[in-house]
């Protein structure tokens, strides 16, 4: 089975089905992947099985996870030489459980050749106003997860191994009431920029996806405030929100041997909005 990208309610979107971009190089490869329980980790851990990568996905939501892992498996029903998803429980904020994460993909799945850092929040208040206990969350869950993700790949991984971060067109562009959102994403930007300088040591490749506004129950406010929604769609040049398949492609070329010489690079992926 294929996903199509949906038609519904985003006008202008380009009608084609994403999920046949192949990358035969990732056959065989095992990837971890963090806040694979929704989302756009869930989609990446579905587009990687497809093509035959065995995935640890990880999640603070472990009911949520599972679900997530066996939706992937339904969804596969019937394919051949499609990758194993497992599902387990981790908090990104915590680096031996992220440590722990590693070595149970290498002793499910005997190496750990992909990392996506996926789990993230995004937490509204005047920045006048931010509780102590907001910025914390933000910059331990979005940063240092980032980094205790890191860590734990490059100590299993091999040479010719790939970490890719998600970042934010709000580490570029400011927006009102989420300054801790915007500052936790601006350093995981220049985080990837430092991480792909000193892994470079190790052959290991670090690269980030910067997306604007997907259609995730991240963005459910903006989708579900008609003002909101118009207002965001005005400031895109591309005039509609991004679906979750949309990030699958570019995430898929930063994790594949097409950008084996490509690191501490940000790609947007945004419709244009980082320029508006
Ligand atoms: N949706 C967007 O428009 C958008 C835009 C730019 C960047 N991003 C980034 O992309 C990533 C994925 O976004 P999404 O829209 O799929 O989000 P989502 O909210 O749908 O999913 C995030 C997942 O992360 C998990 N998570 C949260 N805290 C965690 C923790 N401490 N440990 C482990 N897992 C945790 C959640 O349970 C959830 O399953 C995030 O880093 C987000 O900041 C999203």
């Known amino acids: 089975m294929t996903l199509s990208i949906p038609a519904d309610n985003h006008p202008g979107r380009v009608q084609g089905d994403l999920m046949q971009v192949e990358h035969p190089d990732l056959r065989g490869k ?11 980790g869930l989609r990446f851990s579905a587009a990687l099985a497809r093509r035959g990568v065995h995935v640890v996905g990880a999640d603070i939501d472990g009911a949520l996870m599972d679900e997530a892992a066996r939706s992937v498996e339904l969804e596969h029903d019937g394919i051949d030489g499609v990758g194993d998803v497992v599902g387990t429980t981790v908090d990104v904020r915590d680096r031996d459980a992220q440590q722990a994460v590693a070595e149970l993909a290498v002793e499910r799945f005997g190496q ?73 994403k601006a350093a995981v930007s220049h985080l990837t920029e430092c991480l792909a300088v000193e892994y470079g040591d190790l052959g290991i490749r670090v690269n980030a996806i910067a997306p604007g506004f997907v259609d995730t129950e991240m963005t459910r406010w903006v989708q579900d405030d008609p003002e909101a929604l118009a207002k965001a769609l005005d400031a895109i040049p591309l005039h509609r929100l991004g679906s979750p398949e949309e990030i699958v492609g570019p995430m898929l070329f930063l994790l594949s041997d097409s950008a084996r010489y490509v690191t501490g690079h940000i790609l947007a992926v945004d419709g244009g909005s980082r320029h508006v």
């Not at 095992?30 to 756009?40: K, L, N």
């Not at 914390?136 to 971060?165: C, D, K």
Request: charged share 10%; glycine share 10%.
């Open 30 to 40: 095992v990837a971890v992947i963090t806040g694979a329980g929704r989302g756009m």
């Open 112 to 184: 750990v050749d992909l990392w996506i850092n996926n789990a993230g929040i995004f937490p509204e208040s005047p920045a006048t106003d931010i509780p102590v206990s907001q910025i914390q969350a933000t910059l331990s869950i979005n940063v240092e997860g980032v980094l205790y993700g890191a860590q734990a790949a490059a100590s299993v991984m091999r040479p010719g191994g790939s970490i890719v971060n998600m970042a934010s067109v709000a580490a570029v562009r400011v927006r009102r009431g989420r300054a801790a959102y915007c500052s936790s």
